[in-house]
């Protein structure tokens, strides 16, 4: 079983950063694709971004493209969301998952294990 620990959220005015880290149990973590999700009040949960198991590739939603940051080190078991240049609308639960395969998908069915999330809200 994996767990996955997100850390990192806050409250943050336009245009101003964070860095969001997730913390993975398990020895197999180097094998596993991470993706970022999030979910704004009374919104569906929307994909945001995914590293492959390596961090040779990765891709984001074209809503946080040039602005944010995926990245994972797996000698630490850890995967990061740089979040720079945050708008009103990025305001969501910002949730980390892991999944079983080598190569990341934006589709959140395909991950197995779900951190619980962490509030990012940003004001204008």
């Known amino acids: 079983q994996v767990q996955l620990v997100e850390s990192g959220g806050g409250s943050v005015q336009a245009g101003g950063s964070l860095r969001l880290s997730c913390a993975a149990s398990?020895?197999?973590?180097?094998?596993?694709?991470m993706g970022w999700f999030r979910q704004a009040p009374g919104k569906e949960r929307e994909f945001v971004a995914f590293i492959n198991w390596s961090g040779g590739s990765t891709s984001y939603a074209d809503s946080v493209k040039g602005r944010f940051t995926i990245s994972r080190d797996n000698a630490k078991n850890t995967v990061y969301l740089q979040m720079n240049s945050l708008k009103p609308e990025d305001t969501a639960v910002y949730s980390c998952a892991g999944r079983t395969r080598n190569w990341a998908t934006s589709l959140e069915a395909n991950y197995d294990y779900w951190g619980q999330g962490t509030q990012v809200t940003v004001s204008s």
């Open positions: 398990g020895r197999t973590f180097s094998n596993y694709a």
